[in-house]
């Protein structure tokens, strides 16, 4: 499962840089940059069947996390304005749904990543 959220977060990560591309700026492509690098490492370690995070996972895990809720906020947010003024262009719609799509499997992917590392401890 851990597998596959990590080919499914790179292939949303590639997806979300497309859509927003319009309009992009630098903590975006940083942002994406860190997911792509952290789901390299996760699968990295799936591979070697390596169980224990390195600092710079510990890192991007954080820094992937703080990125999600910063995507979900923006996706969140542009959702509200475009309802408040009636305006729903499909470059929009096609951005707000990617945004949530990848924002919630990178957030099932952190949260099953921490609880198998968890798991694996007992």
């Known amino acids: ?17 497309l859509a927003y591309l319009q309009d992009g700026n630098r903590i975006v492509v940083f942002g994406l940059l860190v997911v792509v690098v952290f789901n390299w490492m996760a699968l990295l370690n799936l ?25 979900g906020y923006g996706a969140v947010s542009l959702f509200i304005d475009a309802i408040g003024h009636h305006y729903y262009p499909g470059v929009t719609i096609r951005l707000i749904i990617s ?9 099932l992917q952190l949260l099953k990543s921490w609880y198998e590392k968890i798991d694996k401890k007992r």
């Open 1 to 17: 499962m851990l597998r596959t959220l990590s080919y499914l977060n790179l292939v949303f990560a590639v997806v979300y840089f």
């Open 99 to 107: 945004g949530l799509l990848f924002d919630f499997t990178i957030f």
């Open 47 to 71: 591979e070697n069947e390596k169980r224990d995070w390195s600092l710079w996972q510990w890192l991007c895990a954080g820094i992937t996390l703080l990125y999600a809720l910063y995507m």
